[in-house]
Nanobody, 113 residues
């Protein structure tokens, strides 16, 4: 059974930074593409970033240049470093193994002054 547990969300002022973490149980982490998605109130869940097993990264236009996705296969941990945060980044952020469709429970990120 695969479990994904996110942490690191919280309240931050505009322009601030947060680092999200996602610890994955099971044996799928190192060989699978991992990703971050987010869902704002009243909106559909949307893609933020993914990283494949080779370390290649892909970002949404809104995340590119401000967010950095990374992974530590020795710790089965996925990260999302978020800088220059904006109020429109407010959402629940989800860790995912998008191929087989595993999802974490989400962590709330609120950007507000």
């Amino acid at each position: 059974q695969v479990q994904l547990v996110e942490s690191g969300g919280g309240l931050v002022q505009p322009g601030g930074s947060l680092r999200l973490s996602c610890v994955a149980s099971g044996s799928i982490f190192s060989r699978n593409t991992m990703g971050w998605y987010r869902q704002a109130p009243g909106k559909q869940r949307e893609f933020v970033a993914t990283i494949n097993s080779a370390g290649n990264t892909y970002y949404s236009p809104s995340a590119k240049g401000r967010f950095t996705i990374s992974r530590d296969n020795t710790k089965n941990t996925l990260y999302l470093q978020m800088n220059s945060l904006k109020p429109e980044d407010t959402a629940v952020y989800y860790c995912s193994v998008p191929g087989p469709g595993y999802w974490g429970q989400g962590t709330q990120v609120t950007v507000s002054s």
